[in-house]
């Protein structure tokens, strides 16, 4: 069990300069689990403006010793922290599968990943690559090398808990910044462990800090401190939007993974029995809390009855999950209220009842048929809700997938190479597959969307490095 974190009750506070302190006002928010809404799992510090300062300044004041420390060095900091994330798994598991509602075994394959891209990241100390390039003048050497940013600022997802910090946490410290984690308050407990993980890996004070409290007052001052050199935020189209214009604004670097309406388009020749499972897994697992959840099921005009039929009946075998909140419920909720004109309710589309239902945020997993622009097979949802659509023609089917504001992530099922790899193309997202689900993206290749789901800039892999770091051009006449 992580230390201090107890599964029926447990409490944590901010972690600055190496020490753990309360919010100076007192004040304190709690954190109540989805599956169990009358339950109080934890409660943690409202932080304001005073603890983001205090965290800032504990940053700026480790940030020049650290980043004078080799990065092979920083990296066997990062190696040592991810053996103590796998021997903390079980503990953890059961903190993450509580705040989240997703099962113990899911937060346990999470953890996993989470561990190997901290070792994949440490890694990667000792290949800190720069380049070698000839130069136009005699006597001449060239280079560039990786230097640090400064103060990074991480605002991850409460999806996926400990995955997206590590993903942004790593790379970040082995880059030699020095970091202030703002908790999302859906999964303060979920974050604050990895305080527990880099104070026991042999971290300096103040290179990672921990600040807890709501968007609203942690979140944003956090992101408009004038200090903070690089912020990276994975959460909504509109929240990311707001952040990128703060950073634009004081020119400070911007990483943003923001969301989706993916789409799994199903051609003629599709493996039907196939395509239905990676569709339902797609929109339906974790209760369609992912970014790369599917919200689309674009099917050719030839095969779109025989695919409902077996859709409709591979949903009633679809085991709930919570939603995270009641205002994600809500949402859910409105958006399948709003359907009208243009849509068709298949099933589900309200909430689930029974006992073993009654006490969390439960909705029906949800389709409808639907219009290519209907709002509902436009707009992101975030839960258990997905439209079928149409299309008479493969090219149809390509553009439909095309027309929309969001471009994270997308699949074919399909078995002719060429339209497979037309698809590969001309599909306009950032996480593109064949024959498979619209998630399952791996840690060491880059993930990010374009349009509305991104700004260009790749977390996971070698560009996370990137990311994190800026580009520093040398020139030496001899």
Request: proline fraction near 4%.
């Amino acid at each position: 069990m992580i230390p201090g974190m107890k599964k029926e009750l447990y409490k944590t506070q901010n972690f600055i300069a190496g020490r753990w302190t309360e919010a100076a006002s007192g004040s304190f928010f709690e954190k109540h689990p989805p599956a169990h809404l009358s339950r109080v799992l934890g409660r943690f510090p409202q932080s304001s403006s005073v603890e983001v300062e205090a965290a800032v300044e504990a940053a700026l004041t480790a940030f020049p010793e650290w980043k004078k420390r080799p990065a092979p060095a920083r990296g066997d900091l990062l190696f040592q922290a991810s053996r103590l994330m796998k021997d903390s798994a079980d503990g953890w598991a059961d903190i993450i599968s509580n705040e989240t509602g997703k099962s113990v075994s899911d937060a346990l394959f999470e953890i996993q990943a989470a561990a190997e891209y901290a070792s994949l990241i440490a890694g990667e100390g000792r290949r800190f690559f720069g380049r070698t390039t000839p130069s136009s003048r005699s006597n001449r050497f060239c280079m560039t090398v990786r230097a640090p940013i400064g103060v990074a600022a991480l605002l991850p997802s409460w999806n996926f808990p400990a995955l997206t910090t590590a993903w942004k946490l790593f790379p970040a410290l082995l880059c030699g910044n020095a970091v202030v984690l703002k908790a999302e308050e859906n999964t303060p407990g979920s974050m604050a462990v990895f305080a527990h993980f880099l104070e026991k890996a042999g971290f300096p004070r103040g290179v990672f800090n921990v600040v807890h409290g709501s968007g609203a007052f942690a979140g944003e001052k956090l992101v408009a401190h004038p200090s903070v050199g690089v912020v990276s935020f994975t959460g909504s189209s509109e929240v990311g939007r707001r952040i990128g214009t703060v950073c634009a604004e004081r020119h400070a670097k911007c990483i943003l993974e923001m969301g989706g309406k993916n789409a799994l388009v199903v051609l003629d020749d599709a493996d039907l029995e196939g395509a239905v499972e990676a569709a339902v897994r797609g929109a339906f697992s974790f209760a369609g809390q992912r970014c790369t959840a599917t919200g689309r099921f674009i099917v050719h005009a030839k095969v779109f009855e025989a695919f409902k039929k077996k859709l409709l009946k591979a949903v009633l075998r679809v085991k709930p999950e919570p939603l995270i909140h009641t205002r994600q419920f809500e949402r859910v909720r409105g958006f399948v209220e709003r359907a009208g004109d243009g849509t068709k309710l298949l099933c589900g589309g309200h909430k689930l009842r029974g006992a073993a239902f009654a006490k969390g945020c439960y909705f029906e997993p949800t389709v409808f048929e639907a219009r290519p622009d209907a709002e509902i097979a436009r707009e992101e949802v975030f839960g258990p809700v997905a439209v079928l659509i149409k299309a008479r023609t493969t090219r149809e089917a390509f553009q439909i997938n095309n027309d929309s504001r969001y471009g994270l992530s997308a699949a074919v099922w399909t078995k002719d190479f060429s339209k497979a790899m037309t698809f590969l193309e001309e599909a306009e997202v950032g996480f593109c597959s064949v024959n498979a689900a619209t998630y399952g993206a791996e840690s060491h290749l880059p993930f990010g969307g374009v349009k509305d789901s991104g700004n260009g800039v790749r977390e996971a892999g070698w560009s996370a490095v990137e990311a994190f770091s800026e580009t520093k051009s040398l020139y030496i006449d001899h």
